[in-house]
């Protein structure tokens, strides 16, 4: 990996000399912009929308424009004589629960490597955070903007997860969800089993980007000169506004069913072979530990589910 930003972080009256690196790296499969009949590059000129002539790099400011329309020009002297107090400089504001800040505030995640120099005191202030159950709240100022961000510890290493100003997060305005909206019992307890007939720990490894994966197989027929194999289409989904009942109960069905059988043939599962083997894997191990939990709420979820579905009354035909 390769840093992109240098610094300290600053606790009390230590210093912590870190690096800076990406936590992740986009995977979408990237595209020029060409000329359809053969292909070749299409590249862009900077010019000046009075007078159309080409602007050097050099020669380019940036210009925040009014409501009338005129512009005021600022050069890099007017950015470089900002107050950016936090500069080159990570500095701990105080230590919150993680629980109480909501997801909606981060932005991007970052991994902190320390100095040899500031060894010692990165790994006991890594040992103090963690075993204090809280994340540190931090200011950083990075491409010369101050952000708000929370530290915390991920497989023994400092992550610095960005975070948005509270005037950037926009309040939900739906006018649609002050409508009164009668919810019956019946429907309730469906949603409830099915959301427990779903209910699993989360493991990303068993999602994969099919879209992705489909582009690039297109992409590969094109290079070795093979006709182009669709993909198979998912199943259309139920209409939200006809019978919820019956939605609700397909969709428990359906889950029982993936569940049985591991999700093989999912959409967004993980191959086939490594679904198999867990499955197997899943199935030993339910049956070693057939008095937990995890196996009588499954199966409370399942009663559940048929007897909201058999005191639905029957349907008469006139």
């Known amino acids: 990996m390769r840093s992109i930003w240098k610094g300290v972080i600053s606790f009390g009256l230590v210093s912590i000399p870190i690096r800076l690196y990406p936590a992740a790296q986009e995977r979408d499969v990237s595209f020029h912009q060409v000329r359809r009949s053969d292909g070749a590059r299409v590249r862009y000129r900077r010019v000046a929308a009075t007078d159309g002539e080409e602007v050097a790099y050099a020669d380019i400011a940036k210009g925040y424009e009014l409501p009338d329309g005129e512009m005021v020009v600022l050069t890099d002297d007017d950015f470089t004589n900002l107050p ?20 909606i505030y981060f932005a991007k995640s ?15 202030l890594r040992d103090a955070l963690a075993g204090s159950g809280r994340v540190a709240l931090v200011k950083i ?9 929370t530290l915390r510890v991920r497989d023994d290493v400092f992550v610095l997860e960005t975070m948005l100003w509270p005037d950037e997060v926009r309040e939900p305005e739906f006018d649609v969800l002050d409508e009164q909206v009668d919810v019956r019992p019946q429907e309730l ?40 194999v669709a993909p198979p289409s998912e199943q ?21 069913t993936g569940r049985d059988g591991q999700s093989s ?5 993980a191959p086939a072979e490594a679904g198999s083997a867990r499955a197997g894997a899943g199935s ?23 007897e909201v579905v058999s005191s639905r009354p029957t349907r008469r035909s006139a």
């Open 84 to 103: 950016l107090t936090t500069s080159r400089s990570i500095n701990v504001l105080g230590f919150v629960p993680l629980e109480q800040v909501d997801p």
């Open 110 to 124: 970052y991994y902190l490597e320390p100095d040899r120099t500031g060894l010692k005191p990165y790994v006991l």
């Open 141 to 149: 100022a990075l491409r010369q903007r101050e952000q708000l961000a």
């Open 189 to 228: 307890a469906m949603a409830s089993s099915l959301i427990d007939t779903l209910a699993a720990d989360f493991d990303p490894t068993k999602f994969r980007d099919g879209y992705r994966e489909a582009l690039q197989a297109v992409i590969d027929a094109k290079i070795a000169g093979r006709d182009v």
């Open 236 to 256: 259309p989904g139920v209409d939200a506004a006809g019978d919820l009942m019956a939605a609700l109960r397909a969709s428990i069905e359906v889950a029982r």
């Open 265 to 269: 043939g999912s959409a967004q599962a």
């Open 284 to 306: 030993a191990r339910a049956g070693a530990r057939k008095g937990q939990p995890s196996r009588s709420r499954k199966e409370k979820a399942d009663t559940a589910a048929d």
